[in-house]
């Protein structure tokens, strides 16, 4: 999937709280455009099986691609060297003790093919407000006293809208995203939204699933509490 400005659908979002069905959009995934980042908006657009990415110069893109990457909490895959680093102790994991450090060593990150980055100002903003209201959240890797790793997603109770992660010493962000994923399962979370396949993401346990079942899975598990 390419954040590409080329591909408009035929969905403008005004300023009424609504999207059009996920099954109109695009070959990209690509299903509408305009609208805000509003806590309403995005909680919505979460809930929907939708998410936004645009580049700082472009107007909001919202997405929702077939098929869909997510990683089944107790189908992560640990290494052996991740076994390891994981007995080591060099790391210790926390959550939600910087979040707004954690989402700018995110956009910092250098991503293969993609020129800057899509966590712009507005994004960091918006996701700074949804931590706010309790919606959004971190897990921090430090070695020592140092933030080294780390990520952060969307909290809908008992699934979980992974969005980025960094890494500032080797298998930090793994380290995280095994913790997040160990601790997720013990809590009966159903299952990680990863979004789009990466080949890291794949070697970590997270699968292709079709949007109709993505859809399916979403709306029959999103949790009561949030």
Not at 67 to 75: A, N
Request: proline fraction near 4%; charge should be neutral; glycine fraction near 8%.
């Amino acid at each position: 999937m390419e954040n590409n400005q080329n591909y408009f659908p035929l969905h403008f979002l005004g300023d009424r709280l609504e999207f059009p069905p996920v099954e109109t959009a695009n070959a990209d995934g690509l299903l509408a455009v305009g609208g805000d980042l509003s806590p309403e908006r995005l909680l919505l657009a979460y809930k929907s099986g939708i998410f936004p990415w645009f580049n700082d110069d472009a107007l909001i893109l919202w997405w929702s691609p077939d098929p869909r990457m997510v990683l089944f909490p107790k189908k992560v895959k640990v290494s052996k060297s991740m076994r390891k680093v994981m007995r080591d102790g060099a790391f210790k994991i926390t959550q939600n003790t910087c979040f707004n450090e954690v989402i700018q060593q995110c956009a910092l990150v250098e991503r293969k093919g993609q020129d800057g980055t899509w966590i712009t100002s507005k994004m960091k903003n918006a996701y700074a407000e949804l931590h706010k209201k309790g919606f959004a959240r971190s897990y921090e890797v430090w070695k020592g006293n140092n933030l080294v790793g780390g990520l952060y997603g969307v909290d809908l109770g008992h699934v979980f809208c992974g969005e980025s992660m960094f890494s500032l010493e080797p298998n930090a962000s793994k380290f995280a995203f095994i913790k997040m994923a160990h601790e997720l399962d013990a809590k009966g979370y159903h299952f990680i939204d990863c979004q789009v396949h990466t080949d890291h993401l794949e070697r970590m346990g997270a699968e292709l699933i079709s949007r109709e079942k993505f859809m399916d899975l979403l709306q029959g598990n999103l949790g009561t509490g949030k």
